[in-house]
């Protein structure tokens, strides 16, 4: 799916949104979308790897996208 329809699946609720094509680097990058200073913050496991995560133009055209 696309990033939107992403976000909007995860609504609400505390979750995460990843690209499939991430697991052939063999993390668990994910990203948790929100609203607070954070804005959209990268974590590879538990452990926060990046706060306000830029997409690339590949990211955000990409239609990969799972909610977790």
Known sequence: MDIRTAILK???KKGWIYRKD????GGS???QPSNSTFL???YDGDAIVGV?????KED???T?????
Request: net charge negative; glycine share 4%; hydrophobic share 40%.
């Open 52 to 56: 306000r995560w830029e997409p690339s």
């Open 22 to 25: 991430w697991e052939q680097y």
């Open 10 to 12: 995860l609504g609400d």
């Open 60 to 62: 955000l055209t990409a």
């Open 29 to 31: 990058q994910r990203i």
């Open 64 to 68: 990969d996208w799972e909610v977790e």
């Open 40 to 42: 959209c913050a990268m």
